[in-house]
């Protein structure tokens, strides 16, 4: 005798473990985004820059606040005083090209212009990130389908079970690389638009 109970929750349970892991594919892209310059300044631009202070490396934004008081600035205000030289050599150091500017309280880091060139290289670049996150999304979609596989295997599910699973699965991939495709899309309008 079958057991409706327990097939529906290894069905609910295998669609959260793909809801899950698809939403983490969707955060990742997202984050991924947030580094990409437009051509407006960004607190996000300075976000993987790691300051050595108090003795080891540290994300900048636990030691300081950072805004974008206007479009071509970021202004950095440290919490403590005597890191805002530890900012400035971590700000150097990083491979973003920018040059601080220290008044001894706060550093300003004026964001230059972006050239058509640039501009159409992080347009490529925000493309291979979208790729990248959907294919995430389908390598989550095998592993669902490979479970649900699994579940008519092991007499856990019938064959409209497993397709009714599969079917499932198949609709929670397409929202999300919906999803990666339109935030890959306003990432691109914002770089594009001068």
Known sequence: MVNFGKVKMEADEILLDIEDRMEKAVAKLKQNLTGIRTGRANPGLVDSIKVDAYGSPCPLKT?????????????????????LKDIEKAIIASDLGYTPNNDGRVIRVNIPPLSKEVRQKMVTRIHELCE?????????????????EQSEKNKIFSEDVRDETKEEIQKLTKKYEDETNELAKNREKDVLDF
């Open 132 to 148: 990248d996150a959907k294919v995430a999304i389908r390598n989550v979609r095998r592993d669902g389908n490979k479970m649900a």
């Open 63 to 83: 030691i300081a606040t950072v805004a974008c008081p206007e479009p071509n600035q970021i202004v950095i205000r440290p919490y403590d005083a005597p890191t």
